[in-house]
């Protein structure tokens, strides 16, 4: 009778022991998954967290294009919710010949944008166009120049390459927004630079 309680004892011990172990074991490795899951949970939100920093960096840097009467003419890489000011600095600020009353500095500027920094007593509305001398005058065949922004459909059908449906296209862009230079006529739908050189 001693002998089997020894053994039922031991059996039972062992079973305990096995069971302890057992749980044990079980109790290590889901704590070891857990921390695996954790890792990686952690890894992807750092992911996350950098790709979210970089698409945010991204958004926020913009390129602008400054010319006309700043030190260093040129395109720029500014941040999102900069200034006109902010720009003229990067570009090394104004020379002694700009026209400060015709510059807002307070204007927020967006991805793509052109500034154009006007010369005193240069016209708001020739800038950026090309300077017609009298050798240029003389080779239009004394062709007279007309202003894209006011003639009407007769004067600019007028012009070289420019029909009735081209010179409707013209006023209907320009309604929408002047033309700020002689160039700009080529953003309109139909005309591509050889209609633009005759």
Known sequence: MIKNKKEIILITSMFLGLTILGFGYKYLSSNKQNKIVENINSENKQQKEDDSLENNKQSSEIYIHIDGEVKNPGVYKM????????VIQAAGGLTDNADKSKINLAIK????????????????????????DENANSNLNNTKLININTASKDELCKLNGIGENKAKLIIQYREKKKFTKIEDITKVSGIGKKTFEK
Not at 79 to 86: A, I, T, Y
Not at 109 to 132: A, V
């Open 79 to 86: 941040k999102n919710g900069d200034r006109v000011n902010d």
């Open 109 to 132: 500027i967006k991805d793509e944008m052109k500034i154009h920094i006007y010369k005193i007593g240069e016209d708001k509305n020739n800038s950026n166009s090309k300077s017609l």
